[in-house]
């Protein structure tokens, strides 16, 4: 986050879109904040508010703007949700499907 703030320029915002380690913090010049008219931001979950979203997303997935499957690595049943964690942390896919029933 220190390096975030530091490198974003003048008039950006940083957005915190992980739940850092727990006690994790960082600090920074306050003055920046109205000097530098930088602002910083936490977004959970992407912030997503699903009964105006999901039919926003299913109506660009529809015109073909939203390319969801580039985004799809594969899918997995989901008794092998082990090896799917696996190949996260590995970064060897990007998003993977479970799928309830084999």
Do not use: W
Request: glycine share 12%; with cysteine; hydrophobic share 40%.
């Amino acid at each position: 986050m220190e390096l975030a703030y530091a490198i974003t320029a003048r008039g950006g915002s940083v957005v915190s879109a992980g739940l850092p380690a727990q006690g994790a913090n960082f600090s920074h010049m306050q003055a920046g904040l109205v000097s530098d008219e930088k602002s910083i931001l936490g977004s959970y979950m992407g912030s997503c508010v699903p009964e105006r979203d999901i039919p926003r997303f299913l109506g660009l997935y529809k015109r073909g703007k939203l390319p969801v499957e580039r985004l799809k690595s594969g899918s997995l049943p989901l008794a092998e949700i082990n090896a799917a964690f696996d190949r996260l942390a590995d970064g060897s896919v990007l998003r993977q499907l479970l799928r309830p029933n084999g």
